[in-house]
């Protein structure tokens, strides 16, 4: 099945991993859970010569393992999870790691969107049955949060301050009193979420004041806030993760050289640290310059230099698909990236040299067409 999907779930993806994992697994776990703790940070965040194992176990998500561990920690209490960052800070993928080594379930979830509505999180109708034979539990639509009390396991909600209040109004019931009633039925009127049951919800830092949380709805979860990566040699271990995964679902055969990699780290560091010292937003690029803007742009580059290249990735590519995906505003973005290329790469490049040169000739053309 992983084969046919374009992109399948983690524990899809990790099936005879999770497997291996459980059938190895003595230690206790809370309600229901697949594995214990202690398996669940080691799927996560891989094994170590100290644990002993007869497997090497890969590392999943790149972070602060005190993150991951907080995580778990809040899972098996009774409150909600809710993971905060800025964009591209892999929230989403530790809730889907953490949601398929506990449950084995990670496609429960509801994207918060302005459209979402209470319906998303409770339940709807299949309006043909109730027509042809009136409402009960069979005509009625679960949502993926009823769904995952039904079987007591993981519920994701994306993006949650992007909901109305009504919808978030709605999640706080659910998380309080751990049921959903049904006031259409006069019979079985009411789902009891099951011992295993909680939600991880993802909240992106900067959409404050879209549709602030409510102190009632924040004091029913755990707060976890994930950094952005800055530290070079974690991030450059997440980029080669993330590319070693595109070249294989592409069928690509393609080394990434390690000077390139080194330009775009620096480059992105040397930007968001241009973006720290600016004093207004018109001297900000919009882009957010996360680790998964990186990811972007390396995978831009690869995919231009497999069809459009000679399967070799250069740096004048790497730096035209840098341009071409931060420059989402003209003309102040273009502005900024042509004071970051004539301050910062041109020195590099005269000191330097090679792939620096080549970097700076790509991005200066793909300024200048853009401009």
Known sequence: ???????????????????????????????????????????????????????????????????VERSIVTLASDRGLLLIGDPGTGKSWLAELLSAAISRNSTLVVQGTAGTTEDHIKYSWNISMVIAKGQSRESMIPSPIMTAMEQGVIGRFEELTRSTSDVQDALISILSEKYVSIPELDDDNVVFAKPGFSIIATANSRDRGVNDLSSALKRRFNFVRIPVVTNKRSEAEIVRFRTAELLRRHQIELELPPTLLDILLDSFADLRSAAAAATSDDEKLESA???????????????????????????????????????????????????????????????????????????????????
């Open 289 to 371: 310059l996360s680790t998964a803007e990186q990811i972007g742009v390396l995978e831009d580059a690869i995919l231009h230099s497999q069809f459009f290249g000679d399967r070799t990735l250069r740096a004048d590519t790497l730096a035209g698909s840098l341009v071409g995906s931060l420059a989402r505003r003209a003309p102040e973005d273009l502005a900024i990236l042509n004071k970051f290329w004539h301050g910062v790469v041109e020195p590099r490049s005269k000191n330097a040299g090679g792939d620096w040169s080549e970097f700076l000739e790509g991005g200066r053309s793909a300024i200048a067409r853009l401009s």
């Open 1 to 67: 099945m992983t084969d046919t999907a374009l992109r399948a779930p983690a524990e899809l993806k990790y099936a005879e991993e999770l497997d291996w994992l459980e059938s190895i697994d003595d230690g206790p776990k809370p309600f229901a859970w697949r594995l214990s703790p202690k398996m669940v940070r080691l799927f996560i965040l891989g094994s170590e010569r100290a644990d002993g194992l007869d497997r090497q176990i890969d590392q999943k998500w790149f972070g602060d393992r005190s993150f």
